[in-house]
C-alpha cells in the first residue's frame, strides 16, 4: 500500500540547525507537533510504520506543471502577499509519481523523504514564476516572526536535501 504523505512534520532544531545543510532523514522521529494537522499526520505515520506492507511517501511543497491547480506550490505562494524565504525540499509530482508507481511494483515499504535532491528557496520559486509566466509579479518578505502573528497555525520550517529515492532505488534518477 503506498501513502502519500507529508513531509510538514519537521522544523529546525539544534540538531539541525536553520542553514547547516543537515537534513531529516526517514528514521527521525517527527518534531514539529505547532498544528493540528502535523500532529495527526505524524501520528498516521507512527501508526502505519507497524505495518509490514506499507509504503510511506512524505511529499513536501508538491509541484506540478498544471498551474492552474489551487494545490500546487507554486500557484499557493504567488497569490501570497508576503513569504518567508527559507529553503525547503520540494517534490516535483511529474517527476516523482511514475517514481512511486516503480517503487509500489517493486513492492518497497518502509518511510521515505519523497522530495528532489536540493533545495529551493521561496524566493527562488518566486522569481522563476515573475521570469517565465508573469513579468510584472511582485512579492514582499517577512521574517518567522511577523509570519507567526497573520497565521491561524503555525507552519513548520524544515529542509532536507537528500534524495532518499534516488539513494535507496536502484536504477532511478531524479532529476
Not at 508507481?101 to 518511510?111: S, V, Y
Request: proline share 6%; glycine share 6%; charged share 25%.
Amino acid at each position: 500500500m503506498i501513502n502519500y504523505a507529508t513531509g510538514c512534520i519537521f522544523e529546525y532544531d539544534d540538531k539541525h540547525p536553520l542553514g547547516s545543510g543537515i537534513g531529516f532523514k526517514e528514521e527521525d522521529t517527527p518534531n514539529f507537533t505547532g498544528s493540528y494537522y502535523s500532529k495527526t499526520k505524524a501520528m498516521v505515520e507512527d501508526l502505519l510504520k507497524n505495518y509490514e506492507n506499507v509504503c510511506t511517501l512524505r511529499v513536501r511543497m508538491p509541484i506540478s506543471s498544471d498551474l492552474n491547480n489551487p494545490r500546487n506550490f507554486i500557484t499557493k505562494i504567488a497569490r501570497y502577499e508576503k513569504v518567508v524565504n527559507i529553503p525547503n525540499s520540494m517534490t516535483i509530482l511529474d517527476e516523482l509519481l511514475p517514481i512511486s508507481i516503480e517503487m509500489a511494483k517493486r513492492n518497497l515499504t518502509g518511510i521515505w523523504n519523497f522530495t528532489n535532491p536540493g533545495v529551493v528557496s521561496h524566493n527562488e520559486i518566486l522569481e522563476m514564476y515573475r521570469d517565465y509566466i508573469n513579468p510584472n509579479f511582485t512579492w514582499k518578505n517577512f521574517n518567522l516572526e511577523e509570519q507567526a502573528k497573520v497565521i491561524v497555525a503555525p507552519q513548520e520550517q524544515q529542509r532536507d536535501g537528500r534524495c532518499e529515492v534516488e539513494e535507496g532505488i536502484p536504477g532511478i534518477v531524479v532529476d
